[in-house]
């Protein structure tokens, strides 16, 4: 068999699981056509024979493996009106860090580092819920800086510990405090910028080079592994950066596109977006999103809709998804995906949603694949 052959077989075969029968053809998925630089190296192409000094020299670092994620059909989640409705996943929790968040340090870092603010040996401070933390943890170490991440006593103990794994050094907030108070985790990496000359703030809540990461790399995806079909964005929002970074570039390719921000109930957002009011927020379980504050990296703008979505809903479409779908993802990936089933079941017309599987789920098998804490938090497995 020629390797064209090979190669050939190869996208049929992936075409195939994936029941792409939709007319994205094999141009949608990372794996059947080396969509962007993932798989484009290495044994992958079936040209190994011809060509295998060359492609052994492609070859690259971990950290060059950021982003061109694949995109997966979710649709047998949903139980869409009319024919035509399709549901996709972005499987975000295949960068390299496991979280989308690898896509902004890396731009971040870049810009930093051009700019001259980021200087070798230099030293990184971050707040973050866990995989910012993570992702600059991870690229620090790979990049000869220090790390120094700030979170709170929420982040799962996995995304603790993951974070020290890479040789970050973690500071964890007192519980209980508010964001506006001088020991949450957010002011503390401020204050250890302000005190330490020459210490580098990610500060990804207000820095542009976060939605600009997502505005550069997951818009142009999506639209090109939608071949420009995608009707529907929906995500999470935390910092802001991924609906308002992917938001632009999408609603700069077609107008018409709807952005749609997920939030937990008890976030803020949605009372903000709908009447302008700062509320107090309220307790709730699922990480990495929803917020007490409205970060400068949120465009409001940009933003269609909001859908609520509770802790129970979150967890048992993570369950739902393990168990029909194989992907074992975080709590926010389960929140954008009801949120993304919620508009596909009412849509009227054809159309392509598509949200962000943000996370790996084994950063938090103690919590939301956790029977016993899902028991104290009294939310039952979604699916046996
Ligand atoms: N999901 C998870 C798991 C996250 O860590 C984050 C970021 N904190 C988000 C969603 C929200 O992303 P953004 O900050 O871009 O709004």
Redesign the pocket.
Known sequence: MSHKQVSQKNGSLVNGTNGHSNGYGNGTNGLSNGYGNRYKNGFTDGHHVEHGHSDFMKIQRYQDLIGSTPMVDITSLANPKVPGVKVLGKCEFLNPGF???DR?VKNIFDKAEQTGLLKPGGTVVAA?????GAAVAMLAAMRGYNAVITTSPKCSEEKVASIKAYGAKLIMSPPGVSEDHPESYMNMAKKLARENEGWFDVN?YDNLD??EG?YRTLGPEIWEQTVGRVTHFV???????????TGKFLKGKNSNIQCVLADPMGSIFHEYFMSQKLTKPKKFLV???GKGSI?G??DFGVIDDVIQVTDKQSFQTCHQLARKEGLMV????GL?TWAAIQLANQLEEPGVVVT?L??LGV?YLSKVYNETWLQENNISYGIN
């Open positions: 979280s989308m968040k902004i973050s819920s866990g995989n910012t990804q976060n939605p997502h995500a999470g929002g935390s910092t802001g950066g991924t609906i308002t970074g990480e990495g999103v970060p990296c949120m975080g709590g926010s990936a954008n962000v943000c996370d950063k």
